[in-house]
T-cell receptor, first 116, second 115 residues
Framework: AQTVTQSQPEMSVQEAETVTLSCTYD???????LFWYKQPPSRQMILVIR??????QNATENRFSVNFQKAAKSFSLKISDSQLGDAAMYFC?????????????FGKGTHLIIQP | DGGITQSPKYLFRKEGQNVTLSCEQN?????MYWYRQDPGQGLRLIYY???????QKGDIAEGYSVSREKKESFPLTVTSAQKNPTAFYLC??????????????FGPGTRLTVL
């Protein structure tokens, strides 16, 4: 069974600085997707960025980018120019691509604090 | 507006009572999911359904039951057999491709407290 591990329960960063959140995963599959979700205090889950395992190029979405290392099974999220609105829980998630409509496997999350 | 609704936002029940959480979507999605979130934990999959009248157990299905009689609706019943039912419950939906990427859209969640 696949597992997702986020080793940083909490991270703190100064506004406008850059922060990197770590995620490692374990799977025996070669085709899958990885995601970072944001959960603000409202508890609404918001998709931040996704990465297809077959793509070597790292995904980017404005200030958010990932460092995907398939051999190391590592998938970190970099947030540049941190803003107060970035404060939230961040969850790394895995989805097997051959399942069609299987559920996501989540890590336990990292609480990101933005210091003004 | 298209989206997923969960009601109510907060739900209180006495121990030993069954309770049903509502999840409705008007996105015309085939697949629907139920996740549970506990403090300090990520989301864990309870049940999912890829099409009407079909559903599969997730990682923590014990003490829960679901039905999928309509495409739009996927109610979750928390039974008295669930030992620790107090949690935040999230419903999600997605299109159902044969394989590959299917973004899951999440509802606002229901906080269930069993007294």
């Amino acid at each position: 069974a696949q597992t997702v591990t986020q080793s940083q329960p909490e991270m703190s960063v100064q506004e406008a600085e850059t922060v990197t959140l770590s995620c490692t995963y374990d799977t025996s599959e070669s085709d899958y997707y990885l995601f970072w979700y944001k959960q603000p205090p409202s508890r609404q889950m918001i998709l931040v960025i996704r990465q297809e395992a077959y793509k070597q190029q790292n995904a980017t979405e404005n200030r958010f980018s990932v460092n995907f290392q398939k051999a190391a099974k590592s998938f970190s999220l970099k947030i540049s120019d941190s803003q107060l609105g970035d404060a939230a829980m961040y969850f790394c998630a895995y989805l097997y691509s051959g399942g069609g409509a299987d559920g996501l496997t989540f890590g336990k999350g990292t609480h990101l604090i933005i210091q003004p | 507006d298209g989206g997923i609704t969960q009601s109510p936002k907060y739900l209180f029940r006495k121990e030993g009572q069954n309770v049903t959480l509502s999840c409705e979507q008007n996105l015309n999605h085939d697949a629907m999911y139920w996740y549970r979130q506990d403090p300090g934990q990520g989301l864990r999959l309870i049940y999912y359904s890829q099409i009407v009248n079909d559903f599969q157990k997730g990682d923590i299905a014990e003490g829960y039951s679901v039905s999928r009689e309509k495409k739009e609706s996927f109610p979750l019943t928390v039974t008295s057999a669930q030992k620790n039912p107090t949690a935040f419950y999230l419903c999600a939906s997605s299109i159902r491709p044969p394989a590959g990427y299917n973004e899951q859209f999440f509802g606002p969640g229901t906080r269930l407290t069993v007294l």
